[in-house]
């Protein structure tokens, strides 16, 4: 029975010594790394998955300034990149819609003290520390609160304009 095999007849052989060579292993194999087979890597023909039984799991990339970027299917036959930790910017980047299911809290702050989240039903902004403020940063912007109108659209209720400097109440209550 063959275990793994290194295949060099996969690479393009061009006498450099960056010709790439293979290590194949046949599907339903199980790499494991330390004593008790705490790490592992399995394939099975289907999907592929790697187990960490101890400890962390890091994932690091030390290049500098350089990403560790997730892709995936896009749903047309490509692969496109879903999120990137971005080492140049320091920053996480989504490139794709985030969905924050039911009764999942998306919790801001060290102490967890600013809250966005949603039960099914209803969405909630919670603040638990210092002031809640929205701001509008462009030059003669406005905030506008909407809600439905009864009518299958949404209408403005209140405004904020930042061009004129004042509060305009589009619906009286």
């Known amino acids: 029975a063959t275990y793994f095999s290194l295949d060099g007849s996969s690479a393009a ?4 010594a960056t010709t790439a060579l293979f290590t194949n292993f046949p599907d339903k194999s199980h790499l494991s790394f330390g004593t008790s087979h705490d790490l592992q890597i399995d394939h099975d023909g289907n999907h592929s998955v790697i187990y960490n039984q101890t400890g962390h799991l890091y994932i ?15 749903g047309s036959g490509g692969v496109t990149a879903y999120l990137t930790l ?11 819609p985030i969905r924050v299911n039911d009764n999942v809290r998306l ?10 989240r949603h039960n099914g039903t209803d969405g909630f902004i ?4 210092g ?15 909407q809600s439905d109108d009864g009518s299958d659209g949404t209408t403005a209720y209140l405004t904020l ?13």
């Open 107 to 116: 919790n801001f702050g060290n102490q967890d003290d600013f809250v966005l």
């Open 126 to 129: 919670t603040n638990g520390t």
């Open 86 to 96: 971005d080492g140049g910017e320091e920053k996480t980047i989504f490139y794709q």
């Open 13 to 16: 052989h061009d006498g450099s």
């Open 60 to 74: 690091s990339n030390d290049s500098n300034d350089g990403d560790i970027i997730l892709r995936s299917d896009d």
């Open 161 to 173: 304009d930042g061009g004129v400097g004042h509060i305009t109440v589009q619906k009286e209550m």
């Open 131 to 145: 002031d809640f403020k929205i701001t509008n940063d462009t030059n003669g912007g406005d905030i506008i609160f």
